[in-house]
């Protein structure tokens, strides 16, 4: 598993990457439903949605990645927390 | 004479068999690294008939899962055209090996006197082109156009390589592995029938010509109840209200539900207020028939 996840309801995640997990892991992907991103803590981990050039996640940046479109994490040297809430 | 015994086990090679613990043999089975399978990986290495297509660059799936996408295509690109130089191209030929490249580039890589030509001759170029801010990023970031930080067959990843490839044709100074793509015809597209077609690009062809066509993905299944998900079982439903869907997760995952018991139905009813539930969007509404729906001969009313 490339992350832990808490599930604090049906919608709403806490999600930890880890600093282990491998580069290779972390892929270009789309998700089906629209998701409100917010990073829980300060680290070297950047986003990067398609066709645009990555953002570094720092904490208390708020997102939102439209579904079926192709996103990534870009691997930090720290652990990267952040709060997903999901919506159709 | 020195005596070599070779310890790897053919049923690994084929990918039947897990490799030993501490085992340097790579994990199979080969896989043909300049095609795509739908969902993720690659075909087996191996053509049905040998007549159609090219002949496959073979890897074991370990090794290809380590290699990146730029280096798959660097390793299709040259096959390709070490078959061209052998006169190779066309049925019934025997295949052209390429050699193994070592990928890993000196991260120390000492400023020599030819280096800092190049980089005074680059930033001249720099200076009289205006370029993009996502090609600016690269060169800020020590970026190779080899590892362009752009979705691999993505609309940017072409720009980056066209806009490259103008400067290089300026006098641009690149290193041998972008020059390789910067000489080859990515980013060019041909016409077809079948739609747009990427030229020197290892792809997912098929995927990629259908993307257009593919029918709007289905809506989930509504109201049909499902085991899994966060909890113990899921259903989709719509909010009349908003017309949105919502996934409503319910059931305990450490409890078991005791259907078939009159005492524990009944006291679950009661503690839950089960005739009282009649919002669809609601968790409680399903938690109260998931006897109908996950119960076996579960006889009479619940509440």
Same mark, same amino acid.
């Given at each position: 598993?490339?992350?832990?996840?808490?599930?604090?309801?049906?919608?709403?995640?806490?999600?930890?990457?880890?600093?282990?997990?491998?580069?290779?892991?972390?892929?270009?992907?789309?998700?089906?439903?629209?998701?409100?991103?917010?990073?829980?803590?300060?680290?070297?981990?950047?986003?990067?949605?398609?066709?645009?050039?990555?953002?570094?996640?720092?904490?208390?940046?708020?997102?939102?990645?439209?579904?079926?479109?192709?996103?990534?994490?870009?691997?930090?040297?720290?652990?990267?927390?952040?709060?997903?809430?999901?919506?159709? | 004479?020195?005596?070599?015994?070779?310890?790897?086990?053919?049923?690994?090679?084929?990918?039947?068999?897990?490799?030993?613990?501490?085992?340097?043999?790579?994990?199979?089975?080969?896989?043909?690294?300049?095609?795509?399978?739908?969902?993720?990986?690659?075909?087996?290495?191996?053509?049905?008939?040998?007549?159609?297509?090219?002949?496959?660059?073979?890897?074991?799936?370990?090794?290809?899962?380590?290699?990146?996408?730029?280096?798959?295509?660097?390793?299709?690109?040259?096959?390709?055209? #070490?078959? !061209?130089?052998?006169?190779?191209?066309?049925? *019934?030929?025997?295949? +052209?090996?390429?050699?193994? %490249?070592? &990928?890993?580039?000196?991260?120390?890589?000492?400023?020599?006197?030819?280096?800092?030509?190049?980089?005074?001759?680059?930033?001249?170029?720099?200076?009289?082109?205006?370029?993009?801010?996502?090609?600016?990023?690269?060169?800020?970031?020590?970026?190779?156009?080899?590892?362009?930080?752009?979705?691999?067959?993505?609309?940017?990843?072409?720009?980056?390589?066209?806009?490259?490839?103008?400067?290089?044709?300026?006098?641009?100074?690149?290193?041998?592995?972008?020059?390789?793509?910067?000489?080859?015809?990515?980013?060019?597209?041909?016409?077809?029938?079948?739609?747009?077609?990427?030229?020197?690009?290892?792809?997912?062809?098929?995927?990629?010509?259908?993307?257009? #066509?593919? !029918?709007?993905?289905?809506?989930?299944?509504? *109201?049909?109840?499902? +085991?899994?998900?966060?909890? %113990?079982? &899921?259903?989709?439903?719509?909010?009349?209200?908003?017309?949105?869907?919502?996934?409503?997760?319910?059931?305990?995952?450490?409890?078991?539900?005791?259907?078939?018991?009159?005492?524990?139905?009944?006291?679950?009813?009661?503690?839950?207020?089960?005739?009282?539930?009649?919002?669809?969007?609601?968790?409680?509404?399903?938690?109260?028939?998931?006897?109908?729906?996950?119960?076996?001969?579960?006889?009479?009313?619940?509440?």
């Amino acid at each position: 598993m490339i992350y832990t996840q808490k599930n604090l309801s049906d919608n709403l995640f806490e999600r930890v990457f880890s600093s282990d997990v491998s580069e290779n892991e972390l892929k270009w992907h789309k998700d089906r439903e629209n998701r409100l991103v917010e990073v829980l803590n300060d680290s070297d981990w950047y986003f990067q949605m398609d066709n645009k050039l990555p953002i570094p996640l720092n904490k208390g940046l708020k997102f939102e990645i439209p579904k079926e479109t192709y996103h990534r994490v870009i691997k930090g040297t720290s652990d990267l927390k952040i709060l997903i809430r999901e919506t159709f | 004479m020195d005596e070599y015994i070779l310890s790897e086990d053919l049923a690994v090679w084929f990918g039947k068999k897990k490799k030993k613990k501490g085992s340097k043999q790579p994990k199979g089975p080969w896989v043909n690294i300049c095609r795509k399978k739908k969902g993720g990986g690659h075909p087996p290495c191996g053509r049905k008939d040998a007549d159609k297509g090219a002949y496959p660059v073979c890897r074991a799936a370990g090794v290809a899962g380590r290699m990146s996408q730029s280096e798959k295509d660097s390793a299709c690109r040259r096959k390709r055209k #070490k078959e !061209k130089n052998d006169g190779k191209s066309g049925k *019934g030929q025997s295949p +052209s090996p390429i050699k193994i %490249k070592n &990928y890993k580039k000196s991260k120390n890589e000492s400023m020599n006197l030819k280096n800092i030509i190049r980089e005074g001759i680059n930033n001249i170029i720099l200076q009289k082109n205006v370029i993009s801010e996502e090609l600016k990023y690269h060169f800020e970031n020590n970026i190779s156009i080899t590892d362009n930080i752009f979705r691999h067959g993505s609309e940017k990843y072409f720009d980056i390589v066209n806009e490259a490839r103008e400067l290089h044709k300026k006098g641009y100074s690149f290193d041998e592995f972008d020059i390789e793509i910067l000489e080859s015809e990515v980013g060019t597209f041909v016409n077809t029938t079948e739609g747009k077609i990427p030229l020197d690009f290892p792809f997912e062809y098929e995927s990629s010509l259908n993307e257009g #066509k593919k !029918k709007k993905k289905k809506d989930p299944p509504i *109201g049909k109840p499902k +085991s899994g998900g966060s909890k %113990k079982w &899921y259903v989709y439903v719509r909010n009349p209200k908003t017309g949105k869907i919502k996934k409503i997760s319910y059931g305990s995952s450490t409890m078991t539900a005791k259907w078939n018991d009159p005492a524990a139905r009944k006291s679950f009813a009661a503690r839950h207020q089960c005739h009282k539930k009649k919002d669809r969007t609601k968790a409680g509404y399903w938690a109260c028939r998931a006897h109908k729906d996950f119960g076996k001969n579960v006889s009479g009313r619940y509440w």
